[in-house]
């Protein structure tokens, strides 16, 4: 678990967005405050002539619904889809907030992007691969190595490489690059981060995978998620108070106050039920560095929740265990996903951008919100914020 201010606090002072709902952060949280979707009947392969999918009945052929970045990313696949995602992004945060040539120099760059798990465990269970051929993820996290460099030569960032980092942890992934960027910023290699999750699950990869393990909502199994994609990012710094009263205007959005990280072995895709434990440590020692651990918090609970039964039973169950030490059960809940569809690793930082906004536009149910993320691979994680006057 990590105090994300130690002597000084962190503050989050911009943010950039896409999504299948708007092109910015401001536009796409609007919309999902507003209780808006854009699922449409996704057209990246002939899902009529697959069984997988489901059968024809009297209503026509079967049919998967996504959420879709339109006039962006379409035509894109693999990594060039993630680096135009994260292109439009980056893109929308310097439009809030340009960094000056020097400033860059000094700043971190860290991604987020998909664990493959879920490609895994289909291979795994189907046998799709031979005994020398490398599993997805390996080939995957190959292909992408690189993301960090390409964003910031797209969107013509002077980033340092040694200040660049791509994390492939899925969902939960968005912990693991907090830390990686306040330990830049602590160490004094960088004076501020650019943190940031991309991802696709409207790609034929992800959903044949997903429909083979029961994971893709279908009108044959209602209980699944809705693929979706996209991309956020957000801009971490160390906060001088004696500057913010000196120029108000230079107060930040919100403040990241902890961070916490844990692991499962077993993962969401194991034969085992999931047990919430490690995503119940998570989310207590994320309360607990932010000193929020009392026993009744002033708080809002963001997750990752998209449909499928494993997700809501690890949240049961950890949820439970929490119960123990914290009353969080009765606290208000917002589930990205709704509006947004299961964007994978660009989950967290969507519901991030969600909370600032809520923060920033005054519509924050409480003074704190609490983002708690899943990967299927087993990596968990949360986050703690506090509104920017805090």
């Known amino acids: 678990m990590t105090h994300a201010g130690g002597a000084t606090r ?10 299948a709902l708007g092109r910015g952060a401001a536009t796409s949280c609007a919309a999902a405050r507003a ?4 699922a449409s009947e996704l057209t990246v392969m002939d899902f009529r002539t697959q069984a997988l999918f489901g059968s024809e009945t009297l209503d026509g052929p079967p049919a998967v619904f996504g959420h879709v970045v339109k006039d962006v990313a379409e035509g894109f696949a693999g990594p060039g889809k993630a680096l135009v995602l994260g292109a439009a992004a980056l893109q929308d945060l310097m439009r809030r907030k340009a960094l000056s040539h020097r400033e860059l120099l000094r700043t971190g760059l860290v991604v987020n992007l ?10 795994r269970s189907s046998r799709a691969f031979g005994v020398h051929e490398p599993v997805p993820s390996a080939t995957w996290r190959a292909r992408t190595a690189l993301v960090a460099q390409r964003l910031a030569d797209m969107t013509e960032l002077p980033i340092p490489g040694e200040l660049q980092a791509v994390r492939h942890a899925g969902n939960a992934g968005l912990s693991l690059a907090i830390e990686t960027a306040l330990a830049m910023i602590r160490e004094g290699r960088a004076d501020r981060c650019l943190v940031g999750g991309i991802d696709s699950r409207v790609e034929p990869g992800f959903i044949k995978a997903a429909a083979r393990l029961r994971l893709l909502r279908t009108n044959e199994n209602p209980v699944g998620l809705i693929p979706g994609e996209g991309a956020a990012f957000f801009l971490i710094e160390p906060i ?12 930040p959005l919100a403040f990241l106050e902890s961070v916490a990280s844990a692991g499962d072995l077993a993962g969401l895709l194991s034969e085992a039920a999931p047990s919430g434990a490690a995503l119940a440590r998570a989310v207590a ?3 607990s560095a932010s000193g929020a651990a009392e026993r009744s918090i002033q708080a809002w609970l963001m997750g990752d929740l998209n449909g499928t039964e494993r997700r809501a039973m690890e949240w049961g169950r950890a949820l439970m265990r929490l119960r123990g030490e914290t009353d969080v059960g009765g606290l208000p809940c917002w589930f990205p996903a709704e509006s947004f569809g299961d964007t994978g690793a660009a ?9 600032v906004r809520a923060f920033e536009r005054g519509y924050a149910p409480a003074p704190r919100c609490v983002i708690w993320m899943s990967s299927e691979g087993g990596a968990k ?3 703690v914020l506090h509104g920017g006057s805090g």
Do not use: E, F, K, Y
Request: proline share 4%.
């Open 381 to 383: 994680g949360a986050v």
């Open 35 to 38: 209780g808006l979707t854009a």
């Open 347 to 355: 989950s967290a930082a969507m519901a991030l951008c969600m909370a």
């Open 114 to 123: 998909s664990d493959a798990a879920v490609q895994d465990a289909d291979a």
């Open 10 to 19: 962190i503050g989050i002072t911009a943010l950039g967005m896409v999504s």
């Open 240 to 251: 001088d108070p004696r500057r913010v009263a000196i120029d108000p205007a230079g107060a």
């Open 285 to 287: 020692g994320a309360l």
